[in-house]
């Protein structure tokens, strides 16, 4: 009799120019050494198929034969073009088509997932979960057989995640948030980072800020009666991490602002934002 070969979740992280303070990008294996499947693929560089393939080996599993992407960004997807030898079946959301087809290019064939799917892997059920927020054809993976949620960008081991127009929108993140909130969670993995074992307080630590983001902005518009989004960046973020990090502190500023303009409580005009009264 063959031993039972139950199914096994790698995290492997691949060397990528990320957003600081993160120098990797995850992809996750997910399977045994029968069936396996990789989720995002990381970028396209030779390091990227080296580090997969030893984690491959390392772990006794089987080639991928298809490779999810939570999202189009150049740290995540791109990296299909060094796998193309395994001949994987690429998934996206269909809201990234276009933004996947692009960076996977010559790579042109892709498939779609979308919100309440379930795939079987080494004979254990995935659902996938349509998570808008960081980009809006994100998708998560949750493995309820282990409890696992694999988030992608909507939630990163460090700090929050940036969410910017265009591709990001604020108020499908938060109600992603909160919908991540309901699985039941021993760990998540996410697209930047060390597994994340304090689930549901991570989860309140990245709504808490938002959250106090919002109000921060609210309170700063009452005071000065308008801001540009880049008055208010320089005011709310005094010590970045890194002066590279400004544009996308900015377009998270942006974020909130359209947030609060669909919520009635800011008004634009011209590229000064005001409070509505
Ligand atoms: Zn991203």
Known sequence: MEKLNHLKIIRVPIPTPTLLPHTTTNCYLIGNNQESILVDAGYDKVETKIELERAIRENDFAIPNSIILTHSHPDHAPGVRQLTDWTPVVYCHHLEKQATLTVISPWNEISFLNDNDSIKVAGEDINIIHA??????????????????????????????????????????????????????????????????????????????????????????????????????????????????????????????IKLMKEGSVTQQDSYYSLKD
């Open 132 to 257: 808008p927020g960081h980009t809006s054809g994100q998708l998560n993976l949750f493995i309820p057989s282990k409890r696992v949620l694999l988030a992608g960008d909507n939630i990163v081991a460090e700090g929050t995640s940036w969410i910017g127009p265009p591709d990001g929108d604020m108020t499908d993140y938060i109600h992603t948030l909160n919908r991540l909130k309901q699985l039941k969670l021993t760990k998540i993995g996410p697209g930047h980072g060390d597994w994340v074992l304090n689930t549901y307080e991570h989860i309140d630590f990245v709504l808490n800020r938002r959250l106090y983001r919002e109000n921060q902005i609210k309170s700063l518009l009452k005071e000065h009666l308008q801001l540009t989004s880049t008055h208010l960046t320089k005011i709310i973020y005094e010590k970045l991490p890194h002066p590279s990090v400004f544009e996308v502190a900015k377009r998270t500023t942006e974020a909130h602002l």
